[in-house]
């Protein structure tokens, strides 16, 4: 059996939750639409060739990587990530880009290859809606409080998010947190926020409170 292809993509938004799209200028795929990423070559982890990727294609650094799905065909494995950059994302190979929300990506004229992925991604995220978000990073235990305080707020206004989630940051759990504090993070937990926290920082807290723990990838 043929080894199958696998591909990297990454999913930037912007602060409306709109998703990153460049429309390539070259053939043999010129007009036609892409999600930023590509294959796997040979000698490559997953994650070293959505970096390279995105340097190639955008001339951004990634500045965080979080696995977000997989979608297996055939033919490919298709590897989805959820990232961020503190770059703009300046177009190399696109002739045009824009963010677009997730309900318009079937309206767009896709690449061959991107075309069935896309088509998944968008029942998806019409099914989870786990894109559109706030997101925080505080890197102290001051900033963690206040942010907590914001959060429990932001619960207020819900109807403006589809998903709030808080990084918690290495620097802010160097020392452990107090009952108050965890108490507060468990209650807003219940209330939808997400948390996520690095692979090698015990917070004391019960494993159910940080989604996607084992996935997180810290870079």
């Known amino acids: 059996m043929a080894k199958k292809i696998e591909v990297a993509i990454g999913i930037l938004t912007n602060p409306e939750g709109k998703l990153l799209v460049g429309r390539r200028m070259s053939d043999p795929y010129a007009g036609k639409w892409e999600m930023p990423g590509g294959k796997v070559e040979d000698g490559e982890t997953v994650l070293q060739a959505l970096r390279r990727e995105f340097k190639e294609e955008g001339g951004v650094e990634l500045s965080e990587i979080y696995r977000w799905t997989r ?14 950059s503190e770059q703009e994302f300046v177009p190399k190979i696109y002739e045009a880009h824009d963010y677009v929300a997730h309900d318009s990506l ?26 559109g978000h706030i997101r925080f990073n505080p890197k102290s235990l001051e900033e963690l409080r206040d942010t907590l305080d914001y959060l429990a707020n932001s619960l207020k ?63």
């Not at 979608?71 to 961020?84: A, N």
């Not at 767009?108 to 894109?131: C, G, P």
Request: proline share 4%; net charge neutral.
């Open 71 to 84: 979608i297996e065909s055939e033919e490919r494995i298709l590897h989805l990530f959820r990232v961020f």
């Open 106 to 131: 079937l309206t767009l004229d896709w690449i061959e290859t991107n075309r069935d992925f896309v088509k998944d991604l968008s029942e998806i995220l019409a099914r989870d809606r786990k894109i």
């Open 157 to 219: 206004s819900r109807g403006m998010f589809r998903r709030i989630s808080c990084i918690l940051h290495s620097d802010a759990l160097l020392f452990p947190m107090n009952k108050s504090l965890r108490e507060r993070v468990e209650t807003l937990h219940h209330q939808g926020v997400e948390f996520y926290a690095p692979l090698n920082i015990d917070i004391g807290l019960p494993p159910y409170i940080i989604k996607m723990r084992k996935e997180v990838t810290h870079v």
